[in-house]
């Protein structure tokens, strides 16, 4: 690959998936904003007195997010896509309501699941997946005549305890040679 190429610019929108795959039953629709991914890792210095800088660097924690207000949403999705950490959805067929527990201690990896954003133009190589991720949100809804209301939530990566790294990057398909 070169460099220096307009080619390697990227712009466009992308789309968030909840689930095995990323297909459309796994959506979770538009998004008032951009969906921002994000990586950091946390590290500590290792100084020595013999030198005036560190001479090392040990990571101490990684941490990777996905960030995004959607535009559309419903009390099954808040539920089935646990999008609310402890809630359930009560329904009649007819109409329905989402009831959150006030219960605490309970563990978000238990309902972590496969996170994916994709981008609209398709492109695999900027495909990013969260093999087990968790999702924390704080419900906060602006009713705004002048103004479409979000619900913002924020994904986390968790390891999922069976090897799989933090986060893929790229076709999800490659198998190495």
């Known amino acids: 690959m070169s460099y ?26 538009y998004t008032l904003e951009k969906i921002e991914f994000s990586y950091t890792v946390d ?13 090392d660097y040990i990571v101490m924690a990684k941490e990777a997010s996905i960030t995004t207000t959607l535009a559309e949403f419903d009390h ?29 201690g309970q563990s978000l990896g238990q309902t972590a699941q496969k996170v994916w954003v994709v981008p609209d133009d398709g492109d695999v190589d900027y495909i990013i997946c969260f093999p087990s991720a968790v999702i924390k949100t704080e419900l906060s809804f602006a009713f705004d005549a002048e103004d479409v209301t979000g619900y913002p939530i924020t994904i986390t990566a968790i390891p999922d305890g069976n090897g ?13 040679s």
């Open 76 to 104: 099954a999705m808040m539920v089935n896509k646990n999008l609310i950490a402890d809630a359930s959805l009560v329904t009649d067929g007819v109409t329905s309501r989402v009831e959150i527990s006030s219960s605490v």
């Open 4 to 29: 220096g190429t307009k080619e390697n610019v990227r712009m466009g929108a992308g789309k968030l998936y909840v689930g095995d795959t990323y297909d459309d039953a796994n959506a979770l629709g």
């Open 164 to 176: 799989s790294p933090l986060v893929t990057i790229g076709d999800p398909d490659v198998v190495q």
């Open 43 to 55: 590290t500590k210095e290792i100084k020595v007195q013999q030198e005036a800088t560190p001479i």
